[in-house]
């Protein structure tokens, strides 16, 4: 059993930055692959981003390629969302999730949801 706590949300602004943090629970945490994905008002849940248990691998949507970074500290059991260059269609409900060992780019391949982090970016 793993809970996620997301935070690091808020306001930011166009070409500006922000990092989102999401903290777990559990000694097992090493074993889970984390994924991000965001929510806008009216659309579906998207891929955002997504590393693997011992942060081998990453994978990433195009529309965040070259802006966004995911990485993890198992120590900390935290996973992180650098979001860098940020702009106003970034603006969304933010949800990490977790499944074990591997990472995946479909929401309905993760068993456990923390319960989001808004961003909004202004122009």
């Known amino acids: 059993q793993v809970q996620l706590v997301e935070s690091g949300g808020g306001l930011g602004q166009a070409g500006g930055s922000l990092r989102l943090s999401c903290a777990a629970s559990?000694?097992?945490?090493?074993?889970?692959?984390v994924g991000w994905f965001c929510q806008a008002p009216g659309k579906e849940r998207e891929f955002v981003a997504a590393i693997s248990w011992i942060g081998e691998r990453t994978s990433y949507a195009d529309s965040v390629k070259g802006r966004f970074t995911i990485s993890r500290d198992n120590a900390k059991n935290t996973v992180y969302l650098q979001m860098n260059s940020l702009k106003p269609e970034d603006t969304a409900v933010y949800y990490c999730a977790a499944r074990t060992y591997y990472i995946g780019t479909y929401s309905y391949e993760y068993n456990y949801w923390g319960q989001g982090t808004q961003v909004t970016v202004s122009s």
């Open positions: 559990g000694r097992t945490f090493s074993r889970y692959g």
